[in-house]
């Protein structure tokens, strides 16, 4: 059973047009949720953690927020720059050691 | 600092080949992982240490082995590679519990 979706799997963009990225889980008693941001042939770069429903991180034109079932990185007026992959995780039932990845929303931002 | 390190960058295997892959970092993270990524698939948990002298498996370890070398350095090792360990292999490492991980770059291995 999967426990981290993400959705949409591609989102392209206009430059300036602002959207959302959901990230939803399923892991009861959630501690913490990660973001991170990908560039093609790099590792993950870590962004935000989340631990608390209602909580809101921000970042420049980045902003996650938290609920009780799923977390949504917001991006206003986005660059070109902004174009990535968005990964979220969370840590899984078996102990927090371990964390559970979603596969990803690819941006692309359109001059 | 150059946070975590991995090498190689490239690799190309037969079948049956062996090979180390080999990570460090010099953040004086406690734990130390091993991910693979393939498309479609996420990032998948291979093999853990969460402090020096310990390891642990993850989600995928069959057809791999690790050893925590000290508290720098985390090696992934393939006895006798198969296609379907083609993947991108990515190190990580964090301080410790509900701490963000910090990624390498990856190693990009084919098996053919």
């Known amino acids: 059973e999967d426990q981290v979706t993400q959705s949409p799997e591609a989102l392209r963009l206009q430059e300036g047009e602002s959207s959302s990225l959901n990230c939803s889980y399923t892991?009861?008693?959630?501690?913490?949720l990660f973001w991170y941001r990908q560039d093609p042939g790099k590792g993950p770069e870590f962004l935000f953690t989340?631990?608390?429903a209602g909580e809101e991180k921000e970042k420049e034109r980045l902003k996650a927020t938290l609920t009780k079932k799923e977390s949504f990185l917001h991006i206003t007026a986005p660059k070109p720059e902004d174009s990535a992959t968005y990964l979220c995780a969370v840590p899984t039932p078996f102990g927090n050691e371990k964390l559970t990845f979603g596969t990803g929303t690819r941006l692309t931002i359109i001059p | 600092n150059a946070g975590v390190t991995q090498t190689p960058k490239f690799q190309v295997l037969k079948t049956g080949q062996s090979m180390t892959l080999q990570c460090a970092q010099d953040m004086n993270h406690n734990s130390m992982y091993w991910y693979r990524q393939d498309p479609g698939m996420g990032l998948r948990l291979i093999y853990y240490?969460?402090?020096?002298?310990?390891?642990d498996k993850g989600e995928v370890p069959n057809g791999y082995n690790v050893s925590r070398l000290n508290k720098r350095e985390f090696s992934l090792r393939l006895e006798s590679a198969a296609p379907s360990q083609t993947s991108v292999y990515f190190c990580?490492?964090?301080?410790?519990?509900?701490?963000?991980?910090?990624f390498g770059n990856g190693t990009r291995l084919t098996v053919t």
């Open positions: 990580a490492s964090r301080p410790g519990l509900n701490s963000p991980l910090h």
């Open positions: 240490s969460a402090s020096e002298g310990t390891t």
């Open positions: 892991v009861s008693g959630l501690r913490g």
């Open positions: 989340l631990y608390s």
